[in-house]
């Protein structure tokens, strides 16, 4: 059977990647895009890190696996706000659904693994801080066994330093962007080393990385790897930070060449992005927005930012204290979703519309971002799209969604924080995610040099699944992606529809997927519900 | 309802504390006295991680981020290990309760 490894580059792009294949950067990448399946891969709404790569893995969406945002409300009825683990993750994933075919899978760098999915086979997570990396990877002794055995393996140096990665989004100085640079690319030898380590010495049929520098580079340096930026004229200190970048995908290129020896012509390997990227020039303060048109007050927590600040507010997990929620009838807690929330009174808060009038009022507020949020200096729209929770996030987590999700014309992330007006110039063009990803494919059976119709984030699981001759689950939301492969090969290889996928071991019991498709456990719960004299 | 022991409790908190420290430079004892941030030297997202271990644990979800922002809202300096077991012994449902 073939064996499948899921090569992940958050954020990246065609924009860039093709660019620098141009130049010469990234030979090998674009070799392999020569002799693959290749497309856009959408990413869900928003496009985001913690979203996306979960629909990836697990194929289904948002409001289904639970997973909104970078942070998000503790429950549907809490009003704290804290940061998502895999304990948030309510649907299987795709390294549980192969593990129960019997094969084995290793997962590296994937955020909301922590604390790991005790899989058959080995996790570790991304996006934890380098004290719990050990005690957040599976097995216990897989980091022990990677210490003796993996020659300059460093904790620390694997591990995300949340200080030097608010960088990417708050902005950093000049002279601050080549040691930046650096020590993306010893992260990401760090994890590279570890996918080499137990290709060789602890094999598995599926396995995926996610290299997440590509993400970090290209927020903060978009100005210098995007080629519709180039100077005309370049000046020194240009030409020097955009070569560290592109030593940044010199290497990512060189992991890429040494993963395609360490696998056989009977494998597939994937290169899938969580989202795209783009720029962005300006700075909307939602809030400030919202307090204009008297939907919004401020508690007197809230500071006012400076002027000059690239902050946008992703760093405050708490943001919720900043309102006066006594006069508040919208706020935005998070810059990275672009999530506007409607309290309601009950539940969550309580303060809030009456329930009855939540209907009505969304309808306004629709109205008001889509026609009159503008730019004061030409009257430019400045929303582009609206997403209401029923649209972007349908499913039984719904309620922990933001009640719309906002698409500004420049697809920017608008910013959380008390602002000095309403919409500024940003100092320098920002790397903001963009919902067009990236996917290629090569293996057996793989239609060569096909550019293929846009996938969806949901498509990859039972897209990998297919090519590892396993059953599908009836229930993931994606489809095969067919024309990956050549027709002759999808007619000798018909997809197996299988049993729908698990529930996580970490959910609460009481809380099930399926009850109305599932006869028996629907009738227990009528049988409940008569006896809570709910019903006859 | 039968409670929790405290005892026992802080035996099992203190070993997921102390089993972090091998790649860490602390040595000292951990006790109820121990402050997660000035002592532990711990930074907010290792106190999301240490919340997101115990619930693991006890296979069981629980109010860390109301628990954390209440402490960040009264302005404290740090939060000790015993606050962290006033915490669950308020809200750790029993451990017979908690696997039904």
Request: net charge negative.
């Given at each position: 059977m073939s064996?499948?490894?899921l090569?992940?580059?958050?954020?990246?792009?065609?924009?860039?990647?093709?660019?620098?294949?141009r130049r010469?950067?990234?030979p090998?990448?674009?070799?392999?895009?020569?002799?693959s399946?290749?497309g856009t891969?959408?990413?869900?709404?928003?496009?985001l890190?913690?979203p996306?790569w979960?629909?990836?893995v697990t194929g289904?969406?948002?409001?289904h696996h639970?997973?909104?945002n970078?942070?998000?409300?503790?429950?549907?009825?809490?009003?704290?706000?804290r940061v998502v683990?895999?304990?948030?993750?309510?649907?299987?994933t795709?390294?549980s659904i192969?593990?129960?075919?019997?094969?084995r899978a290793?997962c590296?760098?994937?955020?909301?693994?922590?604390?790991p999915p005790?899989i058959?086979?080995?996790v570790i997570?991304?996006?934890?801080?380098w004290?719990w990396v050990k005690k957040?990877?599976?097995?216990?002794n897989?980091?022990?066994g990677?210490?003796e055995t993996?020659?300059g393996?460093?904790?620390?140096?694997?591990?995300v330093?949340f200080?030097?990665e608010?960088k990417?989004?708050?902005?950093?100085?000049?002279?601050?962007?080549e040691?930046?640079?650096d020590?993306?690319i010893?992260r990401?030898r760090?994890?590279?080393a570890?996918?080499?380590?137990q290709?060789?010495?602890?094999?598995a049929?599926l396995?995926g990385?996610v290299?997440?520098?590509?993400?970090k580079?290209?927020?903060?340096?978009?100005g210098?790897?995007?080629?519709?930026?180039?100077?005309?004229?370049p000046?020194?200190?240009?030409?020097r930070?955009?070569e560290?970048?592109w030593?940044y995908f010199?290497?990512?290129d060189?992991?890429?060449e040494?993963?395609?020896?360490?696998?056989?012509?009977?494998?597939?390997?994937?290169i899938?992005?969580d989202?795209g990227?783009c720029?962005?020039?300006?700075?909307?303060?939602i809030?400030?927005?919202?307090?204009?048109?008297?939907?919004?007050?401020?508690?007197?927590?809230a500071e006012?930012?400076?002027d000059?600040?690239a902050?946008?507010?992703?760093?405050?997990?708490?943001?919720?204290?900043?309102?006066d929620?006594?006069?508040?009838?919208a706020?935005?807690i998070?810059?990275s979703?672009n999530g506007?929330?409607?309290p309601?009174?009950?539940?969550?808060?309580e303060?809030?519309?009456?329930?009855?009038?939540?209907?009505?009022?969304r309808?306004e507020?629709?109205?008001?971002?889509?026609?009159?949020?503008?730019?004061?200096?030409?009257?430019?729209?400045l929303?582009?799209?609206?997403?209401t929770k029923?649209?972007?996030f349908s499913?039984p987590k719904?309620?922990?969604?933001p009640?719309?999700t906002?698409?500004?014309?420049?697809?920017g992330?608008?910013?959380?924080?008390r602002?000095q007006g309403?919409?500024?110039?940003?100092?320098?063009?920002a790397?903001?995610h963009?919902?067009?990803?990236?996917l290629?494919m090569?293996?057996?059976g793989?239609?060569?040099?096909?550019?293929?119709?846009t996938?969806q984030?949901?498509?990859?699981?039972?897209?990998?699944?297919?090519?590892?001759?396993l059953a599908i689950p009836e229930d993931?939301?994606?489809?095969?992606v067919?024309e990956?492969f050549?027709?002759a090969?999808v007619s000798?290889?018909?997809?197996v529809?299988?049993?729908k996928?698990?529930?996580?071991?970490?959910?609460?019991?009481?809380e099930t997927?399926?009850?109305?498709?599932d006869p028996?456990s629907?009738?227990?719960v009528?049988?409940?519900?008569?006896?809570?004299g709910y019903?006859d | 309802?039968?409670?929790?022991d405290?005892?026992?409790?802080r035996?099992e908190v203190?070993?997921?504390?102390?089993?972090?420290r091998?790649?860490?430079?602390y040595s000292?004892?951990i006790?109820?006295q121990?402050g997660i941030f000035?002592?532990?030297e711990?930074?907010?997202?290792?106190?999301?991680a240490?919340g997101?271990a115990?619930?693991e644990h006890?296979?069981q979800?629980l109010p860390?981020?109301?628990f954390?922002t209440k402490?960040?809202e009264?302005?404290?300096?740090d939060?000790?290990?015993g606050e962290?077991?006033?915490?669950l012994?308020e809200n750790?449902k029993p451990?017979q309760e908690?696997?039904?």
């Amino acid at each position: 059977m073939s064996r499948v490894v899921l090569f992940g580059l958050d954020g990246a792009t065609y924009t860039v990647m093709d660019d620098l294949v141009r130049r010469g950067v990234m030979p090998c990448f674009g070799a392999f895009r020569e002799r693959s399946a290749w497309g856009t891969l959408m990413s869900v709404v928003p496009p985001l890190t913690p979203p996306a790569w979960t629909t990836m893995v697990t194929g289904r969406s948002p409001g289904h696996h639970g997973i909104t945002n970078f942070l998000q409300f503790e429950s549907e009825a809490s009003k704290y706000v804290r940061v998502v683990t895999s304990r948030e993750v309510c649907c299987e994933t795709i390294w549980s659904i192969v593990g129960r075919q019997g094969k084995r899978a290793g997962c590296l760098n994937f955020v909301a693994h922590n604390p790991p999915p005790k899989i058959d086979g080995y996790v570790i997570p991304g996006w934890i801080p380098w004290r719990w990396v050990k005690k957040h990877s599976h097995p216990a002794n897989l980091i022990d066994g990677l210490k003796e055995t993996l020659s300059g393996f460093d904790v620390k140096e694997l591990a995300v330093d949340f200080n030097e990665e608010q960088k990417a989004i708050a902005g950093a100085e000049l002279a601050d962007y080549e040691p930046w640079i650096d020590l993306h690319i010893r992260r990401e030898r760090q994890w590279f080393a570890i996918l080499e380590h137990q290709l060789q010495r602890d094999p598995a049929e599926l396995v995926g990385i996610v290299l997440d520098g590509v993400d970090k580079l290209q927020h903060l340096l978009w100005g210098y790897l995007d080629p519709a930026m180039e100077p005309a004229s370049p000046d020194e200190s240009f030409l020097r930070i955009r070569e560290r970048c592109w030593d940044y995908f010199r290497e990512v290129d060189g992991f890429l060449e040494k993963l395609l020896k360490l696998v056989s012509d009977e494998d597939y390997i994937v290169i899938a992005s969580d989202h795209g990227f783009c720029g962005t020039n300006e700075l909307l303060y939602i809030n400030n927005w919202l307090e204009a048109q008297g939907y919004l007050t401020w508690s007197d927590k809230a500071e006012v930012v400076p002027d000059d600040s690239a902050e946008i507010g992703e760093a405050h997990p708490y943001h919720l204290t900043e309102f006066d929620l006594d006069k508040t009838r919208a706020y935005a807690i998070s810059a990275s979703n672009n999530g506007i929330y409607i309290p309601v009174r009950g539940g969550r808060h309580e303060v809030g519309l009456e329930p009855e009038q939540y209907e009505s009022f969304r309808a306004e507020l629709i109205d008001r971002l889509l026609n009159h949020c503008v730019d004061p200096s030409t009257g430019e729209k400045l929303v582009t799209r609206i997403w209401t929770k029923e649209e972007a996030f349908s499913g039984p987590k719904m309620q922990l969604a933001p009640d719309l999700t906002l698409e500004l014309r420049d697809k920017g992330f608008f910013s959380v924080l008390r602002g000095q007006g309403v919409l500024r110039r940003r100092p320098m063009t920002a790397g903001i995610h963009h919902p067009e990803g990236i996917l290629l494919m090569n293996g057996p059976g793989v239609a060569s040099g096909t550019s293929l119709p846009t996938m969806q984030m949901v498509d990859v699981a039972p897209t990998m699944l297919y090519a590892m001759g396993l059953a599908i689950p009836e229930d993931l939301e994606g489809r095969v992606v067919t024309e990956v492969f050549d027709p002759a090969y999808v007619s000798a290889h018909p997809a197996v529809t299988g049993a729908k996928t698990v529930r996580p071991a970490h959910l609460p019991p009481e809380e099930t997927n399926d009850l109305a498709d599932d006869p028996e456990s629907e009738e227990q719960v009528m049988m409940r519900l008569k006896a809570l004299g709910y019903i006859d | 309802m039968a409670t929790r022991d405290r005892n026992a409790l802080r035996e099992e908190v203190l070993k997921i504390l102390t089993d972090l420290r091998e790649d860490w430079e602390y040595s000292d004892e951990i006790t109820e006295q121990t402050g997660i941030f000035k002592d532990l030297e711990f930074e907010s997202i290792d106190a999301v991680a240490m919340g997101s271990a115990i619930e693991e644990h006890f296979n069981q979800s629980l109010p860390f981020a109301e628990f954390l922002t209440k402490a960040n809202e009264r302005q404290a300096e740090d939060i000790t290990v015993g606050e962290v077991l006033d915490f669950l012994l308020e809200n750790l449902k029993p451990a017979q309760e908690a696997k039904s």
